[in-house]
């Protein structure tokens, strides 16, 4: 029998390592649009729209290469891949305490939320200066090694500029947060679309697509 401290300790490498991975797969895929979305947000004289967007991408090929598309994607792997493990780790590990401390050993639903939320409040204080950084590699052409990058931005600007902008961030991600993993985790649980049947791997990404198709309506 696996002591529970071994089993305690497999269970969080594991956690890391499927959170990091997916972070790093579904991040990598749509860095393009990333990019763009970025460029369109920062620049006051262009208008969104998927038109515009398309040529930015196409434009942006035949001037710089195929991938270019994807500058900046190395820091925002230094961010996503932290964040989705802490995320996805620290969800399970809240939700694992609350149940400990619950004399039925189930999850109500307001600690669902709340494990929820705490995660993506660590994961965020955890990694938001790694954001800030990934954003000014996106769109300053000066910014091109992440290294150099941060020293520069630190010795120019202070660390503190690292985080700036981080409350309403964090009181953002807090409710985010906590209603993605609610949402996905009961609908993980009561599987209301073929309900008794196997949760089979469209069902989870449709599940777990749902919450943030919502938070952008």
Known sequence: MVPRRERS???????LVSGATAGAVAK??????????????????????????????????????????????????????????????????YKDYFKRHNPEGKLSHSRRFLSGSMAGLSASFSTYGLEVLRARMAIQSEYKKIGQSLSHIIKTEGVSSLYRGITPTLIGVSVY??????????????????????????????????????DRA
């Open 28 to 93: 990598s895929t749509i860095a393009p649009f990333d990019r763009a979305k970025i460029v369109f947000q920062v620049s006051s004289k262009r208008t969104f729209t998927y038109k515009k967007c398309a040529q930015f991408l196409i434009n942006t090929v035949r001037n710089h290469g195929f991938f270019h598309l994807w500058k900046g994607n190395s820091a925002t792997m230094m961010r996503i891949i932290p964040y989705a493990a802490i995320s996805y780790m620290g969800n399970e590990h």
């Open 177 to 214: 947060g906590g209603f993605s993993f609610y949402v996905f985790g009961t609908l993980k649980q009561i599987h209301p679309l073929c309900p008794g049947e196997e949760l089979t791997i469209p069902y989870r990404v449709l599940y777990a697509r749902l919450p943030d198709s919502a």
């Open 9 to 15: 300790t497999r269970s969080v490498i594991s956690n």
